[in-house]
């Protein structure tokens, strides 16, 4: 909004009103063109000002998207090492597992070995005392039997011959009543 120049009274007394409305003129033209200047001056120097701000947030952005991306990397790199520090102890774990379970399974083997071993043991004891027992056993029958068949042979002897001895008696008896 342009300011009219105003010159005092006496100026116009002095110079005339013609010389002093040219010269309220020429000051509002050249107001008007200082203003104007101004203006231009003004938005060169804000466009200047933008450029420098958008490229300034250009340069934060950019310098944001890398600090992003090497914050990302970072990020993915300590994953990655902390991923691998878990599968090396999962690792390390199922071995030992495994070992465990591989140890016992050993000792559980020993163990089943040695208690086969034993009850072979007893059951060859038990065979040897059994066939030793039914060897006394079979020894102690054929005496037993030796000695019944002894026993029957001997009252077989006594029965035939009292059986003998009585027919032989009767037949005589007969005889001498007959004769």
Do not use: C
Not at 149 to 172: N, Q
């Amino acid at each position: 909004m342009p300011v009219t120049a105003k010159l005092s009274r006496k100026f116009y007394e002095v110079f005339g009103d013609e010389i002093a409305n040219e010269l309220v003129t020429w000051f509002n033209d050249v107001d008007a063109t200082y203003r104007s200047d101004l203006r231009e001056l003004n938005e060169l120097n804000f466009a200047r000002f933008d450029a420098k701000v958008e490229q300034r947030f250009a340069e934060q952005d950019a310098r944001l998207e890398r600090r992003f991306a090497e914050q990302d990397v970072k990020w993915e790199r300590r994953f990655a090492d902390q991923d691998a520090t878990w599968e090396r102890r999962f690792a390390d774990q199922d071995a030992t597992w495994e070992q465990r379970f591989a140890d016992q399974d050993a000792k559980w083997e020993r163990r089943i070995s040695q208690l086969e071993a034993a009850v072979d043991r007893r059951f060859g004891e038990a065979d040897a005392k059994l066939d030793q027992v039914a060897t006394t056993l079979r020894a102690e029958m054929r005496t037993g039997f030796a000695e019944q068949r002894a026993d029957l042979l001997r009252w077989m002897f006594v029965y035939w011959g009292s059986s003998v001895v009585t027919t032989i008696g009767l037949v005589l008896l007969v005889l001498r009543a007959v004769t």
